[in-house]
């Protein structure tokens, strides 16, 4: 048994009697024990959560409804994952509201009621959860339960972008890029890209890789559109494996490799069409 797990049975042996016994906060700091730390016991982590909850422990309540909602140590219940997530939520915690308000807006355990989300997403975002600014941004973006506004959507996903949100990046720097209805905003949107495709995300990559080749709001440089084309490649992007595949077939910013074009075409030919004909013209030739 490592050192970690020698310390976290000797804590768990101290909380277990005060545990027993009633005391609230030694239940979910047990439950917490066994759901985050080595050798975990998600049931055990669960049954704790519970016996907190029903304490009216609301970070207790928040994770035994994510027990329920994702089966962790109980069988999935989204009815009992909606319950939990509403008593919490009535305590003010932030992230229970986040998890009612998607409930609520996907019908998850309770009925679907649109406006029901755009409120608890409301009082999530007053308590700092990005994905909620998020959310409020989608919403506002789709004109779900809100009238349709792009000032809004921006508004939001500025404000859940600046709370560190990749998605809020990410769909900054596809508005600016030109993708959605309002007017392209090169310097916006190649500020927004280039801070989303840095967090990884693999859209994000690709668009900005198309920039770098194109010349468009940066300097032409086709060597780093092949970097990032390749990062999102790398993660399943089937426009970047396109992209890279003409890369290497044309040598623009990789050396031209017949054999890596093949590939690339090969992996991208599953659902864009572009590389299923590219790929069948080079093998013929």
């Not at 049931?43 to 016996?51: G, H, L, N, V």
């Not at 009612?100 to 989300?117: C, S």
């Amino acid at each position: 048994m490592s050192d970690a797990a020698r310390k976290s049975k000797s804590l768990r042996q101290r909380l277990l009697p005060n545990a027993r016994a009633g005391n609230v906060t030694a239940q979910y700091c047990l439950a917490c024990e066994y759901d985050f730390e080595r050798p975990k016991d998600r049931r055990r982590a669960a049954y704790w959560y519970k016996k907190a909850a029903e304490q009216g422990h609301a970070e207790a309540q928040n994770l035994l409804g994510e027990c329920f909602r994702d089966a962790v140590g109980v069988p999935k219940d989204l009815e009992q994952a909606a319950h939990w997530f509403h008593l919490a939520a009535q305590q003010g915690e932030a992230t229970a509201q986040l998890s009612l308000g998607f409930a609520h807006f996907y019908g998850k355990g309770v009925e679907r009621d649109v406006d029901a989300a755009l409120r608890w997403y409301r009082k999530s975002a007053r308590g700092g959860e990005a994905s909620a600014m998020l959310n409020i941004g989608h919403m506002y973006r789709t004109g779900e339960s809100v009238r349709q506004s792009w000032t809004q959507a921006i508004r939001w996903y500025e404000r859940a972008a600046k709370a560190g949100n990749l998605s809020a990046m990410h769909w900054l720097g596809r508005i600016y890029d030109g993708v959605e209805d309002p007017p392209e905003r090169s310097d916006k949107a190649v500020y927004w890209l280039r801070l989303a495709a840095a967090g990884g995300d693999a859209q994000s990559q690709c668009n900005l890789g198309v920039r770098y080749f194109n010349g468009s709001g940066v300097r032409r440089n086709r060597k780093r559109a092949a970097k990032l084309y390749r990062q999102s490649a790398e993660q399943g992007d089937t426009w970047a494996q396109y992209l890279l595949g003409l890369g290497y077939r044309n040598g623009d910013g990789v050396k031209r490799n017949r054999r890596w074009a093949l590939y690339w075409f090969d992996r991208a030919a599953i659902d864009t069409p572009e590389a299923k004909e590219a790929l069948k013209a080079l093998k013929t030739t």
